[in-house]
T-cell receptor, first 110, second 117 residues
Framework: SQQGEEDPQALSIQEGENATMNCSYK?????LQWYRQNSGRGLVHLIL?????REKHSGRLRVTLDTSKKSSSLLITASRAADTASYFC??????????FGKGTLLTVNP | GAVVSQHPSWVICKSGTSVKIECRSL??????MFWYRQFPKQSLMLMAT?????????EQGVEKDKFLINHASLTLSTLTVTSAHPEDSSFYIC?????????????FGPGTRLLVL
């Protein structure tokens, strides 16, 4: 079953703008991860945040986690056309399985 | 590092035939590999978890006799879609956990697109 629910389902912005995607989940987690998928390709791991962490940065990416609200956000700053892709959150449990959300399709217009 | 390959990248077959998809970890040993299926414009659905040297664990609703998984070594897992039908057409993606790095991150292959006519 799908644990994570991303919103928005689709997001279109101009190059240089920031993009924020949200993810909500239902059960307890060990960690939450964000992945990117270019059309018709495999997934690229972006960032992992553990359940005892509240915020994490990696380059132009900023991820927050609020376990009380069971939600996470991914912020991409100063977006580029190359950031155009689908972004998925995935929750990780104790058995190392990942449960993926439905994804957000981000389009960055040049 | 942490590269996962899949072969073939795409395959077209006739209904009733079997198709084998390979997933290899190229530069690390994978304790566990996972197989996912993704329909167009949808998310990834976990099909099964494959541990080297033991039987795969299938998710609810996934037919183990239809989707045969073999994890013969720490760098290779195979998924065989037996007697494929058009409804099996999908994008199949594998991932692997790095034994040395331990933990939670999975490294994904580029996927295999299967079209059953």
């Amino acid at each position: 079953s799908q644990q994570g629910e991303e919103d928005p389902q689709a997001l279109s912005i101009q190059e240089g703008e920031n993009a924020t995607m949200n993810c909500s989940y239902k059960t307890s987690i060990n960690n939450l991860q964000w992945y990117r998928q270019n059309s018709g390709r495999g997934l690229v791991h972006l960032i992992l945040i553990r359940s005892n962490e509240r915020e994490k940065h990696s380059g132009r990416l900023r991820v927050t986690l609020d376990t009380s609200k069971k939600s996470s956000s991914l912020l991409i700053t100063a977006s580029r056309a190359a950031d155009t892709a689908s972004y998925f959150c995935a929750t990780g449990g104790s058995n190392y399985k990942l449960t993926f959300g439905k994804g957000t399709l981000l389009t960055v217009n040049p | 590092g942490a590269v996962v390959s899949q072969h073939p990248s795409w395959v077209i077959c006739k209904s009733g035939t079997s198709v084998k998809i390979e997933c290899r970890s190229l530069d690390f040993q994978a304790t566990t590999m996972f197989w996912y299926r993704q329909f167009p414009k949808q998310s990834l659905m976990l099909m099964a978890t494959s541990n080297e040297g033991s039987k795969a664990t299938y998710e609810q609703g996934v037919e183990k006799d239809k989707f045969l998984i073999n994890h013969a070594s720490l760098t290779l897992s195979t998924l065989t879609v037996t007697s494929a039908h058009p409804e099996d057409s999908s994008f199949y993606i594998c991932s692997a956990r790095d034994r040395e790095r331990g933990a939670e991150t999975q490294y994904f292959g580029p996927g295999t697109r299967l079209l059953v006519l």
